[in-house]
């Protein structure tokens, strides 16, 4: 069943990502949905929580690490490639919020934010990976 809900949730976001034209979308995904996401090549995963959440928690594997919190987050941001899809996440899912408005302002095309973020994850039973 749960490999028929994953198969689901990717055929809609493929879907919506076909039919979809505008510029500068922000849709909130289930963590079914993210596995889903980010099985795709061209998404770019977001880790937005500080270093230490990261360390402590563990995170999603390929993702790249953006501390939100950042002085140097407006120019981190900048080496994303604004024509591909960027999924965020974060511990709860309000630094990810932010930060994909944030993005859609800066002219990115797709953005996914996880719903309830690392904490619905981990719930969800998928796995963080710890250095």
């Known amino acids: 069943?749960?490999?028929i809900n994953i198969l689901y949730g990717f055929l809609v976001l493929l879907f919506m990502a076909c039919t979809s034209h505008e510029t500068g979308v922000?849709?909130?995904v289930s963590a079914e949905e993210m596995q889903?996401?980010?099985?795709?090549?061209?998404?770019?995963?977001v880790d937005l929580r500080s270093e230490e959440d990261r360390f402590k928690q563990g995170y999603i594997a390929n993702s790249q690490h953006i501390d939100y919190s950042s002085e140097?987050?407006?120019?981190?941001?900048k080496n994303?490639?604004?024509?591909?899809?960027?999924?965020?996440y974060c511990n709860s899912g309000k630094r990810s919020a932010e930060c994909a408005q944030k993005l859609k302002e800066a002219g990115f095309v797709k953005i996914f934010d996880l719903q309830g973020g690392v904490s619905e994850w981990k719930?969800?039973?998928?796995?963080?990976i710890k250095d």
């Open 80 to 88: 994303l490639d604004k024509s591909k899809p960027v999924a965020l």
């Open 26 to 28: 922000i849709e909130v």
């Open 36 to 45: 889903s996401l980010i099985s795709l090549d061209d998404v770019q995963l």
């Open 1 to 3: 069943m749960k490999k």
């Open 123 to 128: 719930h969800k039973g998928n796995i963080l």
């Open 72 to 77: 140097t987050f407006e120019e981190d941001i």
